[in-house]
């Protein structure tokens, strides 16, 4: 049957629209309290919980927008004429535009919000006046990418290797011309009077040959 009112093309954009603005408003509708007193606290250089909501929130509203531009044209189409339809089409054109929505929720958790994150720690490393805290800051952001600092990182593993996994290329042009200090690119066992070093090349390792 079908219904002279009823817009398949409308409803699908409506639905488009409702994951849009749902997307738009989850930075401040779905925050749980210890995420807003972390985001909130007063830190030594930078708030990489805030930093990282802020790029999480920029990564939420270009997609949500994408939707809300994408529901409007759909409905827009039905304005101009295309509105009658069956109750049948209705209900495809909703569930395509649902499919459609949690494609572009998968899009923004798995990939997208990341991707803002990780371009606000290269920036943020570039704007460190002191190079001797990219280890404090790499470790905070890489907690918060769900890329924490292995156990063995300074033993097995520099801080530069884990900016490499982190960042990849941002990290090859962010270091290019610079001169980082030791505990960026070295392990403890070859640091000067770490008990690393000591262990590896005795309790004289630190005298200086003659």
Do not use: C
């Amino acid at each position: 049957m079908v219904g002279t009112n009823v817009s398949a093309v409308a409803a699908g954009g409506l639905t488009l629209d409702i994951a849009g603005a749902l997307l738009l408003a989850s930075g401040l509708m779905f925050k749980p309290p210890r995420k807003a007193i972390e985001e909130a606290s007063p830190m030594w250089d930078f708030n990489a919980a805030l930093e990282a909501n802020v790029a999480s929130q920029t990564a939420d509203a270009q997609v949500g927008a994408v939707l809300l531009v994408a529901g409007f044209v759909a409905q827009l189409v039905s304005a101009l004429g295309v509105h009658a339809a069956t109750w049948s089409d209705v209900t495809v054109a909703a569930g395509s535009a649902a499919v459609v929505d949690l494609v572009a929720v998968a899009f923004l958790l798995l990939l997208w919000r990341r991707w803002h994150i990780r371009r606000l720690l290269a920036a943020r490393l570039a704007a460190l006046a002191d190079t001797g805290v990219w280890g404090p800051a790499l470790a905070a952001y890489g907690h918060l990418l769900g890329q924490p600092a292995p156990p063995g990182i300074g033993v097995d593993l520099t801080a530069a290797e884990y900016g490499e996994q982190l960042l990849g290329a941002r990290w090859r042009q962010l270091v290019e011309g610079r001169v980082l200090p030791d505990g960026i690119v070295k392990l403890r066992r070859d640091l000067v009077g770490t008990a690393e070093y000591e262990a590896a090349h005795g309790a004289t390792g630190a005298t200086a040959d003659f």
